[in-house]
């Protein structure tokens, strides 16, 4: 019989939680779950409950914290709107292959099917599956299992290919007394790539003549991103990381090449396609990483292909790889590191000049009367190496991609949040939540003016849990940017929907209690920067640039012409 004294199930998830190292959750309050938040009062010296102002922007937060941690995400939302509003964070999660748990307040359990008070099936919702919102739903019935669906969750969101779990809590289950005892941490088992399989990388090595890899997803710690290095220094591979997982290789390293997402480098798009061997470690090759399944053609790419990934059910699911290996980017990248590489290697001029690409790209012509080429090279210049960057979704975050060099995982940890998911709003609460984990650390977002307001509410989360390095730059073009592109592209100067009607963002951040400054011009920027280094608080910088300046690359004007000479 268990020894544990009984007190109610909520206090025993807030006990389960601790026991777990989670010291941070995110939510907005509900009644549903009362009994949980007076357990995380009982606790709340082991364990910080930080209020939202919307369940998206929690969702976000606890996305964030799951890939600065390694650990899930803990978000807390009340059952019915609480749930549909977290959805968009539960949905990140899934596509960024991030950790992360879902509690959700639940009706009673003696008016569960009736279709009570804000009541909905989460298992419905949620859909567990290969295209769903999350890695497993479940509703815990019984008090005395509460700390077995709890470890179970945990178990689920870090093992193979991290992702979310949804737990629904009825609440009269919450308030039920109950002796189970709290179960030990959860450590995700490892999976190492088979001997032979590593002969195979090896041999398809010696036959390759334009090798290059490309790195990222979920599941590397400082020590995976250092063996990943020096199995590219062995071998001289060059390497690329996947769509918004810039962080997973040193972009300063001599055999980095580049982003391998939205608004590639024409260069390295083409030495994809040109190469003869791909090895892909722990990127899903989505739509965004293969350019819309064109770099590596589906199903058979034209290039061999070795693919490495911690979830089965991703190996296979759209390319015929020549390889396919299962193994966590922890165990796959120090099994890589110990294959021997012959003392003479045919590609030591291909990596030299990936490389070469790569550096030119960060070249850009001038642009006036703001260049955010050069917004985004002074932030890097004037900030600490280790600082946080985060976006949303929008043709802003180009050029942070673009312009940014990320020092790598093996350095400081994660040092970019950004959704693969395409997710607008997530980059304020996700600074917010870096800013709150990591005090130590500085956190810049870079958001666009639709992107922004979809979250910026969180401003308020931000100043009430006492956040002091943390910067948002928020462009303001008057548009959703994106949608306004391909408009042109599509439609040539027949625009709907796009435009947008912004308030003055720098008063609206002084209303938080944020430092603010407005900018248009680029000589102002730094400046401005260095007023809010000054501040010592949390700041908001304005900048107003011009509509037809819409990506890195191009303008709208050009897009619109080109599009009209092609008759449409």
Known sequence: MSMNPSRPAGHALVEALVAQGIDTCFGVPGESYLAVLDGLHLHRDRIRFVACRQEGGAAFMAEAQGKLTGRPGICFATRGP???????????????????????????????????????????????????MAKWV???????????????????????????????????????????????????????????????????????????????????????AAALERFAENWQLPVGCGFRFQDTFDNRHALYMGDVGIGINPRLAARIREADLVIALGVRLGEMTTGGYTLLEAPRPRQKLVHVHAGAEELGRVYAADLLLQAGMDCAAKALESLTAPTELPWRE????????????????????????????????????????????????GWLHRYVRYPG????????????????????????????????????????????????????????????RLLSVVVDNGTYGTIRMHQEREYPGRVSGSDLSNPDFAMLARAYGWHADFVDRTEQFEPALERWLAADRPGLLHLRLDPDVITSRTTLGAIRSAALQAGR
Do not use: C
């Open 138 to 224: 479940a509703e815990v019935g019984s008090a005395d299992r509460l700390p077995e669906y709890v470890a179970r969750a945990f178990h689920v969101a870090l093992q193979g290919r991290p992702g979310p779990v949804v737990l629904a809590l009825p609440e009269d289950m919450l308030t039920t007394p109950t002796a189970a005892p709290v179960l030990p941490r959860v450590t995700p088992a490892s999976a190492w790539p088979a001997p032979g399989a590593l002969r195979e990388v090896r041999t398809l090595l010696l036959q390759s003549r334009r090798p290059l890899v490309i790195a990222g997803g979920s599941g590397w710690t400082a020590e995976s």
């Open 409 to 468: 995982l093996r350095h400081h940890g994660r040092t970019q949040l950004a959704p693969t998911s395409g997710a607008m709003g997530y980059g304020l609460p996700a600074a917010v939540a870096a800013a709150l984990l990591q005090p130590h650390r500085t956190v810049v977002n870079i958001a666009g003016d639709g992107d922004f307001l979809m979250t910026g509410q969180e401003l308020a989360t931000a100043t009430g849990g006492g956040a002091r």
């Open 82 to 132: 609480g749930a549909t509003n977290a959805s968009i964070g539960v949905h990140t999660a899934f596509q960024d292959s991030t950790p992360l748990i879902l509690f959700v307040g639940q009706v009673a359990s003696d008016q569960r099917d009736r279709e009570a008070f804000q009541e909905l099936d989460y298992r419905q919702m949620f859909g567990p599956g290969t295209l769903g």
């Open 350 to 397: 291909h990596a030299l000049a990936a490389r070469a690409d790569y550096e030119a790209n960060l070249a850009a012509p001038e642009v006036a009367p703001l260049d955010l080429a050069v917004v985004m090279k002074t932030l890097q210049r004037r900030l600490p190496e280790d600082t946080v960057w985060t976006n949303g979704a929008g043709n802003f975050s």
